[in-house]
């Protein structure tokens, strides 16, 4: 029988799941999807994730795949599936893509927003889904640092450790940032924008912390652009937390 590659388009709240990537004994948004699909399929599944996402982060875009010999049309696995997955996991989309379609391999570039509340007071409808900072924040100096992370660079001051073989081939820690932006949704949220060709782990988290430091007056601009030429995790800002994060798109 011939088989079909299946690509998805997900969307999922994070925060009750220990990321994306399946782990023995947690639970994980690959793991229940590939729990659902094997289901319908009655088959053993593998589901490839456009990259992996962290406990307690966010996805509106999510994009993953996988191969199977099921009939199934795209509008049966859509709606089967969102009948099967809990409550905080959406099938958003489903398409059959072309053989050659790999969801991590294939993509070409990513785009993340990072909410933050500013203020006294959060309203608790918000707390799973930014990151709350009390104290005033200098936005035009966190602005001002965002021109020295555009362009191609080694972000290896925004890594987390350990995140890379280093022995592995590859590219590295260099990375392409095409658009980074502060937009103000309202008088008491400030939001991120970043849009690149490939993420390193926990990479726009820290970028966000680090520009937090900024706003904070804890860092300044010329300090910021040292942080990005040092290479160094150590001489960056800590790492947001993760509520605030949300993978919106995958580009193909």
Same mark, same amino acid.
């Not at 008491?188 to 490939?198: A, K, M, V, Y």
């Not at 800590?238 to 995958?250: I, K, Y």
């Given at each position: 029988m011939t088989s079909r590659n299946i690509k998805l388009t997900i969307a999922f709240d994070g925060?009750?799941?220990s990321g994306w990537q399946r782990q023995? %004994?947690?639970?994980?948004? +690959?793991?229940?999807?590939?729990?659902?699909?094997a289901v319908m399929t009655r088959e053993e599944i593998v589901l490839h994730g456009a990259g992996r996402t962290d406990a307690g982060v966010h996805a509106l875009g999510m994009v993953a795949n996988f191969t199977t010999a099921s009939q199934i049309p795209c509008p049966g696995f859509m709606a089967g599936l969102n009948s099967l997955l809990e409550d905080d996991i959406r099938i958003l989309a489903v398409e059959e893509a072309d053989p050659s379609?790999?969801? =991590?391999?294939?993509?070409?570039?990513?785009?993340?927003?990072? =909410?933050? %509340?500013?203020g006294g007071v959060m309203l608790p409808t918000r707390r799973l889904y930014s990151t709350h900072v009390k104290t005033f924040l200098d936005?035009?100096?966190?602005?001002?640092? #965002?021109?020295?992370i555009l362009g191609r660079h080694d972000f290896s001051s925004f890594e987390a450790a350990g995140s890379r073989d280093p022995a592995l081939p590859g590219r590295g820690a260099v990375r392409e940032i095409y658009s980074?932006?502060? +937009? /103000?949704?309202?008088?008491? /949220? #400030?939001?991120?924008?970043?849009?690149? %060709?490939?993420?390193l782990r926990h990479m726009v988290r820290n970028i966000v912390g680090t520009l937090l430091e900024i706003g904070k007056a804890r860092l300044t601009v010329n300090g910021f652009r040292d942080i990005v030429a040092?290479? %160094? =995790?150590?001489a960056a800002g800590?790492?947001?937390?993760?509520?605030? #994060?949300? #993978? /919106?798109?995958?580009?193909y």
């Open positions: 925060t009750h799941y023995p %004994d947690q639970s994980t948004i +690959q793991g229940s999807l590939e729990k659902k699909i379609f790999h969801a =991590r391999r294939s993509a070409t570039g990513k785009c993340y927003f990072y =909410r933050m %509340d500013i936005v035009v100096s966190m602005e001002k640092c #965002l021109p020295f980074a932006s502060f +937009q /103000r949704t309202d008088a008491t /949220r #400030l939001c991120f924008t970043i849009h690149g %060709d490939g993420f040092a290479r %160094d =995790r150590s800590p790492t947001a937390p993760a509520s605030g #994060l949300f #993978l /919106r798109e995958v580009f």
